[in-house]
């Protein structure tokens, strides 16, 4: 069956940076699109970061360009996100997605909390 473990998860001051992992098993990794989400609380989830199977394609949200960085090593089933000059406002639980003959899987989620 698919899973999803996300890991990576901190406190950490604003400015700061950390790096998720995503390890993916029950399903082809390298042929699938790879995204991640983040959901803060009383708010909707969304989309953060996206990467394309073949071509590593990636996009980012308007929120986290230039700061955040999407990344896949199809060897190791593994895709991460570099976050860099993290703000309070990136406070969230991050998800690991995959979308799979039409149907979305998802981690379990990791914890972010960036504060002083």
């Known amino acids: 069956q698919v899973q999803l473990v996300e890991s990576g998860g901190d406190v950490v001051q604003p400015g700061g940076s950390l790096r998720l992992s995503c390890a993916a098993s029950?399903?082809?990794?390298?042929?699938?699109?790879m995204s991640w989400y983040r959901q803060a609380p009383g708010k909707e989830r969304e989309m953060v970061a996206r990467?394309?199977?073949?071509?590593?394609?990636?996009n980012y949200a308007d929120s986290v360009k230039g700061r955040f960085t999407i990344s896949r090593d199809n060897a190791k089933n593994t895709v991460y996100l570099q976050m860099n000059s993290l703000k309070p406002e990136d406070t969230a639980v991050y998800y690991c997605?995959?979308?799979?003959?039409?149907?979305?899987?998802w981690g379990q989620g990791t914890q972010v909390t960036v504060s002083s």
């Open positions: 997605s995959a979308s799979i003959a039409g149907r979305y899987y």
């Open positions: 029950g399903f082809t990794f390298s042929v699938y699109a």
């Open positions: 990467i394309t199977s073949t071509t590593g394609n990636t």
